[in-house]
């Protein structure tokens, strides 16, 4: 028997950049996985994914992650997605040398 689909966000990266980002619902990348778009229908999850390799020269490596409603937007729900949410790991260099 096949799986229940749960709620997923598409994320990717930003092709430039490199940064962790996610597809709102009006269709802009956000690097805030809070302002994606939450996506709780398997079909609609599909097309938005279209959308997004649609997009070769903004994102590379588009896909469905798991995500749950939160009190300000979707949070990831696997640890993986909780460590993309945080930016670059390269201490002391890049974005988050200046946090």
Do not use: C
């Amino acid at each position: 028997m096949p799986r229940a689909f749960t709620p997923k966000v598409v994320t990717a990266n930003r092709l430039l950049e490199g940064d962790a980002v996610w597809l709102t619902e009006d269709d802009r990348w956000s690097t805030d996985m809070t302002q994606a778009e939450l996506i709780e229908d398997e079909a609609v999850a599909q097309d938005r994914l279209l959308l997004a390799n649609s997009q070769s020269r903004l994102v590379v490596g588009a896909y469905l992650a798991d995500a749950k409603s939160g009190p300000d937007g979707p949070e990831p729900t696997h640890f993986r997605e909780v460590f993309r949410t945080r930016g670059p790991s390269n201490y002391p260099h890049g974005k988050q040398a200046e946090a």
